[in-house]
């Protein structure tokens, strides 16, 4: 059965290796802030990091995830703190949600690699679609976020807390936790 760490829990998915990682996270997991939208690489609302890189969860097998480490929007920031994610919501670059997990993952692993991003490159890097269309807040919110990243801003502004990853993941019978007493 395949095993990988998925926001800092080892843990061993009793499911077809085959399985798309995105249905283990949402399904079996419980982690459904990782969200199924065109489900063929298209849209970018599955996007999860590994290894620290953006990728399309629909694409991606258990198989190939294994031995790698996973993170969800949800084990992104305990307290929802991440800069993007205070940077979304104070430029209100949020409508209906549907795609913020995913940009929010695909801005974090920009922000990491280059704290003070251009337009361009941006729009390169955060490649999501949006049907309501917030692209515009979007650029200026990642920007600003570069600024709290950079320590030249703060923002305190938050979405509010909601359940935590663990939390998530503890009562999912395909979800084995390898070294945590909630395993069943
Ligand atoms: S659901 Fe994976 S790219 Fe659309
Ligand atoms: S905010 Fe609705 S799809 Fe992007």
Not at 15 to 24: F, I, R, S, Y
Not at 107 to 112: I, T, W
């Amino acid at each position: 059965m395949p095993r990988l760490t998925v926001n800092d829990r080892p843990v061993e998915f009793r499911m077809d290796p085959q399985t798309p990682l995105l249905w283990a996270l949402r399904d079996a997991a419980n982690l459904t802030g990782t969200k199924y939208g065109c489900g063929i690489g298209d849209c970018g609302a599955c996007m999860v990091l590994v290894d620290g890189e953006a990728l399309r969860s629909c694409l991606i097998t258990l198989a190939e995830a294994e031995g790698r480490f996973v993170t969800t929007v949800e084990g992104l920031s305990r307290d929802r703190s991440h800069p993007v994610q205070q940077a979304l919501v104070a430029e209100q670059a949020i409508q209906c949600g549907f795609c913020t997990p995913g940009i929010v993952i695909a801005a974090a692993s920009l922000l990491s690699r280059n704290a003070d991003p251009s337009e361009a490159e941006i729009k390169a890097a955060v490649p999501n679609l949006c049907r309501c269309g917030v692209y515009p807040r979007l650029v200026r919110a990642i920007q600003r976020a570069g600024r709290v990243t950079r320590r030249l801003e703060t923002i305190s502004a938050a979405p509010a807390p909601g359940i935590t990853a663990e939390d998530a993941a503890q009562s999912v019978p395909a979800m084995k936790a390898v070294d945590t007493p909630h395993a069943d």
